[in-house]
Structure formats: C-alpha cells, structure tokens
C-alpha cells in the first residue's frame, strides 16, 4: 500500500506570492492533517480535515487555509507569503477522526522556502 | 501546549536496549500516550501508543506506570538508524469546534544517538 505522498517536495516562492501545497493520504483514509516545522517552534498543527470537513484547526493566520476533497486528498494554500513561512510542511492520513486512538501516517513534507 | 515532558538527548549503545523516559502528570483517564520519532527532515513515523496497558509491537515497547504520569519507551536492540528525534505525546482528543479530533501537540522530544 502506498504511502502518503505530498507534492512538491520542494518549493521557492518569494515574498507577497500565493502557493498551494497538495496532499494525497494513503488509501481507505478520511483524516488527513497539515502540520508545519520550523527550527525555532517545532512542529506545530495546522488544521485537520475529515470527510471534507475542517475538524480542527491551529494558531495560525488567516493566510493559511485548507480543503479536503472526496477522495481524501487535501490542499492547503498560504496567500501573502512572509519570510516566516519557510518551514517544513507535513501531512499526516489517519483512517478516521475520533476519541479513540488512531495512529497517523505522516508524508516526506514539502520544504518551501520563501526569499 | 505539550502536555508531556522528556530529556532533551540521551545516548545509547548499539546494541543495548534504549529506554526513553515520559512525564505526564497531567493526563486525563481517556488520554492515550503515543509514541513518534523522526530522523533529520524526514516525516515522523508511528511507533507506539498505549492507554493503561503495556504494549508490545514488532518496533518497540511501550512501559506506563500504574499512575498513568509517566511511562517509557524501550528499544530492545538499538541500531544506528535507530538515532532521531523521539516525541512522546499525550493526545487531546477533544478539538476546537468540540468534536473529535487527530490533533497531535508536539513537545521538543529526545534526541537519541545511538553509538557504535
């Protein structure tokens, strides 16, 4: 069975431009969350989706936002990139979203790199 | 924030068995502790969870005291490739909008270097 794949790996964009990083969860999975990890504040949650609904969703800007298709593939997109965005973004599948334990798939990341 | 506390880096013998140690005072009767690790810039990978029990799983074991506020992680063998990052987390399963959610809160974990 495949694993979770997110494209691209590796991106550069620079200051004020829009990107849209996607992420293709392992199959039979519903839950699908993005995680971000920079050097200085680790890796921190982001927003979860599950059944194309937002679940939950971290302390991050409005710039950052997310969707979730039928398939379960998701995409998040940060608008008005700052220097601050560079970081590792992580996606992570789960075969469902609920109070028991679950354990979570996480893909390579995609390193942006914002100049 | 992170509800759980570990060593910053520990050393190991190739080898020997590795024992990760986890503080959890906090944690709730529904709060399952899992286990992740991450080698450089690649994405974390599963190794373990538990919610009152020891486990056992073909990568590691899986130690939580009676109390439930700490619990260790032992890596029977370690190998060089067993050298990463180790997370211990204790999961809130509540999310914002109040629903169920997958939500991990990462602390700074354990640096394992595993030494020839």
């Known amino acids: 069975k495949a694993g979770v794949t997110q494209t691209p790996r590796y991106l550069i964009k620079t200051r004020g431009q829009q990107v849209t990083l996607s992420c293709s969860p392992i199959?039979?999975?519903?839950?699908v969350s993005w995680y971000q990890q920079t050097p200085g504040q680790g890796l921190q949650f982001l927003f979860e989706?599950?059944?194309?609904?937002?679940?939950n969703k971290g302390n991050f800007p409005g710039r950052f936002s997310g969707r979730q298709f039928s398939n379960s593939r998701s995409e998040m997109n940060v608008s008005t990139l700052e220097l601050g965005d560079s970081a590792l973004y992580l996606c992570?599948?789960?075969?469902?979203?609920?109070?028991?334990?679950?354990?979570?798939?996480f893909g390579p990341g995609t390193r942006l790199t914002v100049t | 924030d992170a509800k759980t506390t570990q060593p910053p880096s520990m050393d190991c013998a190739e080898g020997r068995a590795a024992n990760l140690p986890c503080n959890h005072s906090?944690?709730?009767?529904?709060?399952?502790v899992y286990w992740y690790r991450q080698i450089h810039s690649q994405g974390p990978q599963y190794i373990i969870h538990g919610l009152k029990n020891n486990e056992t799983n073909e990568m590691a074991s899986l130690i939580i005291t009676e109390d439930r506020k700490s619990s260790t992680l032992i890596l029977p063998h370690a190998t060089l490739r067993d050298t990463a990052v180790y997370y211990c987390?204790?999961?809130?399963?509540?999310?914002?909008?109040?629903?169920?959610?997958?939500?991990?809160?990462f602390g700074t974990g354990t640096l394992l270097a595993v030494q020839p």
């Open positions: 199959s039979g999975h519903r839950s």
């Open positions: 989706y599950f059944s194309e609904t937002q679940r």
């Open positions: 906090t944690i709730s009767g529904n709060e399952y």
């Open positions: 987390i204790v999961r809130d399963p509540l999310g914002l909008y109040g629903g169920a959610t997958n939500k991990l809160i």
């Open positions: 992570a599948s789960s075969l469902t979203s609920g109070t028991g334990a679950y354990e979570q798939y």
